[in-house]
């Protein structure tokens, strides 16, 4: 990986995508032992938006930098969630035999400001008609959620603010982490509102940096190594038809809840394929833009009760050292948002936990990780790594 | 009343209010989305679509039709800075509420609401109106708006 920053910081200054890509992806292959030439495959994680719009990585210029060998290069494009979409095509290559070696990237160098999803004044992109006719700020999808959260089950905004201090507790051991510093409550609730109930600190912001995994087939993992982290299983969905938030102006009303049905469609296959359930998971680094996030998935996935986390949260239980630890990485909170790298970055967190190498923030005894990410337009993934 | 206002007022006169994007919605009868429903499986869709989404759906059976009238507030959010372009707004920038309604003909439709955000609630009845987003060149720029009953 490459730690986290901001264009014209101490962190990554002015160095271009393909610069933070290259220190990411040489750390990947040194840490397993594996040579440039040995790659047969790279899966990369593109960041293009619906209408067009869309900057950074394009996995030619890694593979043209890092020499050309004249491998097949996959790029995809899901939004935020290419990360977890370019893992599970990597995934997919190697469990199905046709590679033995691939090297998945994602990273950033993100524009300034609120991500402006549509570039073209197009009216059949739905991205622009609800820019120009309503003016829904990205942050207004999560403060929406946020608002009906608040409704059904009494959440404070200062038991959301809580998940922020949580998060950025665990930031404190994470050289990799943008911010490292922790915060308190009351830092929080005096954050300005970016959207009402959403403030500042509970919101990821856009950050630079990269990350990169070596997926091997468990011959060739044995060459490299005598405790492999095993990929259990992998797998990608997108949003359903009654899901609850439309995904352009409007959808019809659901018969019944249907919060975030891409993320719990990638969960749920993710858990029935591997046979893993959610009392197996050891640990979760889920896709917190904000700390809404770390309150609703868990329930929606079968982790805790419906209800429940609120009360998790607030007994510590969502902690490294809990009995449900959440994003023990320090999560989008901590890092930023550099939308192509995160899906790999959360490989990356998984791996150093059930390896034991975490730090301050190792979850204890760390067996089994669940990585999940989501993405504009209606795209999810959802990862187990086992040790 | 500044020059700013009374070209704002005149703007909200009818003959100099136009829609953000055309062909979207009407208030020549009241205000009205264009959108269409599935005769088959009685799915609503706005903007309109060439045919039916439902998956579940045996036979697309695409109408035009018009959505308006009352809702309910299912959730809302507040556009505390202002949104990149393509959004447009008066400035100074005024935060506003962004409502996501349940019409009671059963489409789920998001939009800006007309009121202040102190006063909004989860819940709260609405009803569908078209406002001006924005003025420009002497124009009142209008899109769909909710407005609390």
């Known amino acids: 990986m490459h730690r986290f920053g901001k264009t014209g910081d101490a962190i990554v200054g002015e160095k271009s995508v393909t610069e933070l890509c290259r220190h990411a992806v040489d750390m990947a292959m040194k840490d397993a032992g594996v040579s440039w030439k040995q790659v047969q495959a790279v ?34 494009s899901a939004g935020c969630a290419a990360g977890g979409n370019a893992f599970n095509i990597g995934y997919s290559l190697v469990a199905g035999g046709i590679h033995d070696v691939v090297l998945v ?10 991500i402006q999803t549509s570039g073209v004044e197009d009216a059949n992109d739905p991205e622009y008609l609800r820019q120009r006719c309503v003016g829904m700020p990205g942050p207004a999808f999560w403060a929406t959620l946020a608002r009906r959260r608040m409704f059904d089950f009494g959440t404070t905004e200062e038991q959301m603010a809580k998940v922020t ?16 510093k922790a915060v308190s409550l009351d830092e929080v609730l005096a954050s300005p509102y970016v959207s009402n109930p959403l403030r500042l600190f509970e919101i990821c912001p856009v950050s630079n940096g990269a990350a990169a995994a070596v997926i091997c087939s468990k011959e060739m993992a044995r060459r490299f190594t005598s405790k492999p982290i095993t990929v259990a299983t992998s797998a990608v969905a997108t949003i359903g038809f009654d899901d609850a938030l439309p995904r352009s102006l409007a959808g019809p009303v659901p018969s019944g809840p249907s919060f975030h049905t891409e993320a719990k469609s990638a969960v749920m296959k993710a858990f029935e394929r591997s046979g893993i359930g959610p009392r197996d998971i050891s640990f979760t680094e889920l896709q917190d833009n904000t700390c809404y996030y770390e309150l609703a998935f868990p329930e929606e996935w079968g982790l805790c009760e419906p209800g429940e986390a609120e009360r998790l949260l607030e007994a510590g239980e969502t902690a490294p050292t809990g009995r449900m630890p959440i994003n023990p990485s320090g999560g989008f ?38 990585a999940q990410t989501n993405g504009l337009g209606g795209n999810a993934t959802a990862a187990i790594l086992k040790r | 009343m500044t020059e700013r206002d ?4 005149l703007a909200n006169t009818a003959a100099l209010r136009e829609p953000c994007v055309p062909g979207l919605f009407s208030e020549e009868e009241g205000a009205r989305l264009h959108g269409a429903r599935c005769t088959c499986c009685n799915t609503p869709y706005f903007p309109r679509v060439a045919t039916c989404r439902n998956p579940a759906c045996e036979e697309s059976k695409i109408v035009p039709c018009t959505f308006g009238g009352e809702g309910r507030l299912w959730s809302y959010s507040v556009a505390d800075f202002p949104p990149p372009l393509p959004h447009r707004y008066d400035k100074p920038f005024v935060p506003y509420a962004i409502g996501v309604v349940d019409l009671d003909s059963g489409l789920r439709v998001v939009g800006q609401m007309v009121d202040p955000v102190e006063v909004m609630r989860v819940g709260a009845r609405v009803r569908l109106v078209i406002e001006p987003i924005h003025h420009e060149d002497g124009k009142a720029f209008t899109s769909w708006k909710f407005k609390l009953l």
């Open chain 2, 6 to 9: 009374t070209m704002n007022e």
């Open chain 1, 105 to 114: 990237v994602g990273g950033e160098v993100m524009p300034k400001g609120m």
């Open chain 1, 43 to 76: 899966s990369a994680a593109s960041s293009r938006f619906s209408g067009g719009k869309g900057w950074g990585l394009n996995g030619n210029d890694i593979v043209e930098d890092l020499g050309c060998t004249g491998i097949p290069v996959y790029n995809l």
């Open chain 1, 333 to 370: 909170v901590s890092f930023g948002e550099a939308t192509t790298a995160m899906g790999v970055f959360q490989i990356a967190e998984l791996t150093w936990q059930l390896r034991g190498q975490a730090g301050g923030r190792q979850v204890p005894d760390a067996k089994v990780g669940l």
């Open chain 1, 165 to 180: 201090v949580k998060a950025r507790k665990c930031s404190e051991s994470n050289p990799f982490a943008r911010f490292q």
